[in-house]
């Protein structure tokens, strides 16, 4: 997996990519540089999901939806880039009548009720899923089975591209959000807020991927590698519970002095779960600390597998090529029992070769 998410770690990825690349110069020209979304821009968040997309091997028109998937606008997002009024034939020349068909049909299907019916194991026998439309349509959409499965799997990368703490509090409840009025919960609205990673997104993530295994959509797509292929579910309460674990080292609620409770918080939290890099990112790290040389070179080896398994940060503080980067440190320091006994020299570490 790593070795397949080295050519993503480049800036210029997308520039080689022979499907996206003739695409993103009319992308760019609409301004998503310069648009707020979530933990970034919304360019961070459209080249992120079709990052994810191209590390799951996705076929064209699903790397091409994940880069467009909110271009006509959305019930979340108010980013109009193309009206679809006007403009659906203007991007039905560039990227094909498969790809602009799915992002028009994801554009204007209703994603919550979508993702709800997902969860709740409503899809039909042959696989489709019908859904309210949203916006200026009217009435209802069948999806088919094809179409059900991209969308599962781009909400998936779409989900895991963006959602942290901050969208916890504000679309609490999601799929079925609460609305909460916005003065009376004012600290919760404050962006970027502490940067938690999520307490519930990657176990409707996991429930997400196991549709997939839905006799009528499994052999339609690539199936995303996260989460054992798919096969395995994450509980609602193992995800709050690794996050508050995790978190509590990250705040350094733990002793200060020795690592003992560090670690043992940490590897509880690796435990409940074990799908997400960064965690055992941390734990390599104290390892290492503690001069438990293998048990380093382990936790950093996962972690790395995860991380190219997601193509994206579950912990936003830091963009995902920086996790990927100081875990191959890890990893080397590991391997090469090179770990500085000093303090500042962290601060000279490099990649070797």
């Not at 602009?100 to 049909?105: A, G, K, Q, S, T």
Request: contains cysteine.
């Amino acid at each position: 997996m790593f070795e397949r998410a080295q050519r993503l770690l480049d800036d210029d990825w997308l520039s080689k990519d022979v499907d996206l690349a003739p695409v993103l110069p009319m992308v760019l020209a609409r301004g998503v540089g310069q648009d707020w979304h979530k933990a970034g821009t919304f360019r961070h968040h459209l080249v992120g999901v079709a990052r994810t997309l191209a590390q799951w091997q996705q076929p064209p028109d699903v790397r091409l939806l994940g880069l467009l998937h909110s271009v006509y606008g959305n019930a979340f997002v108010d980013l109009v880039k193309f009206d679809a009024g006007t403009e659906r034939g203007r991007l039905r020349e560039q990227v094909g009548d498969s790809a602009e068909h799915l992002v028009y049909l994801f554009c204007t299907a209703s994603r919550a009720q979508f993702t709800q019916r997902v969860l709740d194991g409503e899809i039909d026998t042959d696989g489709g899923v019908t859904v309210e439309r949203i916006g200026k349509t009217q009435g209802t959409v069948r999806l088919s089975a094809y179409e059900v499965a991209a969308f599962i799997v781009v909400t998936m990368a779409d989900f895991m591209e963006q959602w942290f703490s901050w969208q916890d509090d504000i679309f609490s409840g999601f799929p079925q959000v609460v609305a909460r009025p916005q003065a009376e919960h004012w600290m919760a609205s404050l962006w970027p807020g502490p940067m938690r990673p999520s307490a519930r997104v990657v176990c409707q993530v996991s429930r997400l991927g196991a549709a997939l295994m839905h006799p009528a959509l499994r052999d339609l797509l690539p199936l995303p590698p996260v989460f054992g292929g798919c096969k395995q579910i994450l509980t609602a309460a193992d995800d709050a519970a690794a996050t508050s674990l995790y978190w509590s080292v990250i705040q350094q609620d733990q002793p200060l002095v020795q690592t003992d409770a560090a670690v043992a918080v940490l590897e509880q939290a690796v435990r409940h779960n074990p799908w997400v890099g960064e965690p055992q990112m941390v734990l390599a790290q104290l390892y290492l600390s503690g001069g438990r040389r293998d048990e380093a070179r382990m936790a950093a080896e996962s972690a790395l597998q995860l991380l190219s398994q997601w193509g994206n940060a579950w912990d936003k503080r830091v963009q995902w090529e920086g996790w990927v980067a100081w875990t191959r440190i890890l990893l080397q320091s590991a391997t090469h029992d090179s770990w500085p006994e000093r303090l500042d020299k962290l601060n000279n570490l490099a990649l070797r070769g």
